[in-house]
């Protein structure tokens, strides 16, 4: 069997937390950024984690995170 290929695009945007849970950064903080709310662009900096609908997913292209 072959080594599976880790998604690279996928392993700069998600990092896994001790917990083994995927951490992810807010989208909609590059431009059009005039008519946002100071308070939304800041909550924007924060980061999140990943749905949990979308876990299993993640698992397969990141295999070894």
Known sequence: MPKMKT????????????TGKLKRNKA?????????STKRK???RKSAMT????VMNMKKILPYM
């Open 42 to 44: 800041r909550n924007l």
């Open 28 to 36: 909609y903080k590059r431009h059009i950024l005039t008519k946002k």
């Open 7 to 18: 998604s690279r695009s996928a392993a700069k945007r998600f990092k896994a937390t001790g």
């Open 51 to 54: 749905d949990s609908t979308n």
